[in-house]
């Protein structure tokens, strides 16, 4: 017999992945910053790690993130990653770093 109703498990469908990066000079609020904008886009970031290493001259600590955002379907009206990427460029350059997203 049993025929229940279990669980169904619906899986967004992804309407635009792209990987992010950010490097440059460790300060507080990096991560918050970079992750608000994502978020001001509707992007969700899937996975993300961090790195830190003292920087060559300077004794100051180099600090990375990278990671993978989505957007899911259905992408909101004007959803542009132009635009987004424009956005961290201007991010990083007020934070001293180097933003990036790629498709």
């Known amino acids: ?10 899986t967004p469908r992804i309407g635009y992945s792209g990987r ?14 970079l992750t608000t904008l994502l978020s001001r886009h509707n992007l969700s970031i899937d996975r993300m790690s961090t790195t830190q290493e003292e920087a060559p001259f300077g004794g100051a600590t180099l600090f990375g993130v990278a990671g993978t955002a ?25 934070m001293n770093c180097d933003v990036k997203l790629v498709e």
């Open 1 to 10: 017999g049993g025929g229940g109703g279990g669980d169904v498990e619906v």
């Open 20 to 33: 992010f990066s950010l490097t440059g000079a460790d300060h507080p609020g990096m991560v918050h910053r």
């Open 70 to 94: 989505n957007a899911y379907e259905p992408l909101a009206d004007g959803f542009d990653p132009t635009k987004i990427g424009m956005e961290l460029e201007e991010l990083g350059e007020e």
